[in-house]
């Protein structure tokens, strides 16, 4: 059975930290779905809104042309809409094992189910019955026995936040190192994140 790996995120914009990830994945899944959510999130209700064109452009210029085993599904984006972790298990699992990609900072509380993942809409069952791919994110330490009952553990070899690369271009910084040689041009010609 193929193993699937789902990468659901904001991508808002995709980091280096994001595409730092895609050589693991490649090396332990069949195929990595890259899934840039649509608004509505309810985790991220004050999420800085980036029309879904540019947001679109940008993930597409990250991971376009990286392998033939990385696809972008693109239907919250062009679509309008938010799909659940629980609903994108549902879309893609008669293609193989999925396996949901996350960072330790979600599963922080896991052991007491109080983690963000058990927050979500039918997240106790997600937690249970789920397969989670878990990145452990320099600096950031995590207890073993948060980890979700099916998982398998990696080491992001990258630190990032998209937060941090918004505040950089709102100030004027560079993000060079911080997203991609595709997407800094982009972001800077299309005036994103400005002040």
């Keep these: 059975m193929r193993r699937i790996a789902i990468f659901g ?85 008669r293609f193989g094992e999925i396996w949901h990609v996350v960072g330790t900072d979600l599963i922080m509380g896991g052991a007491e189910g109080k983690s963000e993942i058990h927050g979500w809409y039918r997240g106790q069952e997600i937690w249970r019955e789920f397969n989670f791919a878990v990145f452990s994110r320099p600096g950031h330490p995590y207890e073993t026995e948060d980890l979700p009952p099916h998982h398998r553990l990696f080491q992001a070899v990258q630190d990032g936040s998209s937060t941090e690369i918004r505040r950089r271009v709102a100030a004027g910084e560079s993000i060079k190192g911080l997203v991609s040689f595709e997407v800094e041009p982009y972001i800077l010609a299309r005036g994103l994140y400005r002040a």
């Excluded at 808002?12 to 930290?17: D, S, T």
């Excluded at 994001?18 to 890259?34: C, E, K």
């Excluded at 947001?55 to 799909?83: C, E, F, H, K, Q």
Aim: aromatic residues 8%.
């Design 9 to 93: 995120g904001g991508f808002n914009p995709p980091g280096a930290h994001h595409r730092a990830l895609i050589p693991i994945m490649l090396a332990n899944f069949d195929a990595v779905l890259i899934v840039p959510s649509g608004d509505g999130r309810p985790d991220k209700p004050g999420i800085v809104r980036t029309p879904a064109r540019d947001r679109l452009a940008m993930v597409n210029l990250d991971y376009g042309g990286i392998s033939p085993r990385v696809l972008v599904d693109d239907t919250d984006l062009t679509r309008g809409i938010y799909t659940r972790c629980w609903e994108l298990q549902e879309r893609y699992a």
